[in-house]
């Protein structure tokens, strides 16, 4: 079971996204805040249910897409890192 490391950047993504949700209601920010949670909370059993990062060719860099949103991150041994969380009709450099 790999642990879950959250960058600095994910965090800020999070924080930004549920800010901007919330100008319109709280009730669908948390909602979605739970529903990225959740999806992330599935990572350390099933590390590579995302698929690889189209923008990459690197394998243990993945994604996953829950409705508007990408979910990005970076597997190894013992870590599963979040990377970046990001409307997904935007390029990942």
Do not use: C
């Amino acid at each position: 079971m790999e642990e879950i490391v959250w960058s600095a950047r994910a965090s800020k993504d999070v924080h930004t996204i549920y800010q901007y949700i919330a100008m319109d209601s709280k009730f669908h920010a948390n909602k979605w805040l739970d529903k990225i949670r959740g999806r992330i909370n599935l990572l350390p059993e099933q590390p590579y249910m995302g698929r690889v990062i189209p923008e990459k060719s690197d394998p243990n860099l993945r994604e996953l897409i829950d409705g508007n949103y990408r979910i990005m991150y970076r597997v190894s041994k013992k870590q599963i890192v979040i990377y970046r969380i990001m409307h997904a009709s935007r390029f990942f450099k």
